[in-house]
């Protein structure tokens, strides 16, 4: 089992204080292997963070990040290919034709976005297409509807499981999203 956590647009501290408590008791040391992060952290505090959780640590820029971060990043985790963008460059933000044409011009079997602060996922063509949504709950110019959430995959072979995490009410809850790449 390979644990990767995906998160994005904490926008710490300009529009949200923290990671909710009941996020962070969800996340330790030792348990993930990889961080893949859709940008938008802000600061260097929450990178330095997420660096206690991993040693493996990817991160792109969003449009609001103070550090120098790529534009979109391509790693290989297990079978699996993964695009990495922040996706505000990605017009109409959220689309899915958008970000298939994306997806294709990378070449990867997985592509994470973020910007929309909104979880979202589903499969096309073959390919996973993730967006975690804002980790904080930060407020978003695109909705007034925001709620917080992160995944974590837990890859194995050519299968991704997803666990979507969300905070509603003070209470986090779970879904799950499985993905098999054809051979």
């Known amino acids: 089992m390979v644990f990767v956590l995906v998160i ?12 909710p408590k009941a996020f962070l008791e969800k996340l330790g040391p030792g348990k993930i292997q990889h961080i893949l992060c859709t940008g938008n952290l802000v600061s260097k ?3 330095d963070y997420l660096k206690t959780l991993a040693s493996d640590v990817h991160v792109v820029a969003g449009d609001f990040d103070e550090e120098p971060y790529p ?13 990495l963008c922040h996706g505000h460059k990605i017009i109409p933000w959220g689309d899915h034709d958008a970000l298939a044409l994306t997806r294709r011009k990378m070449d990867v079997d997985v592509l994470i976005t973020g910007h929309t602060h909104q979880f979202d996922a589903w499969e096309a ?9 804002s980790a904080t709950g930060a407020f978003s110019p695109v909705t007034a509807d925001v709620t917080p959430s992160f995944a974590l995959m837990d890859i194995q072979g050519s299968k991704i499981r997803t666990f979507i995490y969300t905070l509603v009410g003070g209470e986090s809850n779970v879904k799950k999203h499985v993905f098999e790449k054809s051979a």
């Open 71 to 83: 534009e979109e990043k391509q790693v290989t985790i297990g079978d699996f290919k993964i695009g």
């Open 45 to 47: 505090d929450t990178y």
């Open 8 to 19: 994005g647009d904490c926008h710490i501290p300009h529009r949200s204080s923290a990671i």
């Open 125 to 133: 063509d073959g390919c996973f297409y993730l967006n975690p949504g």
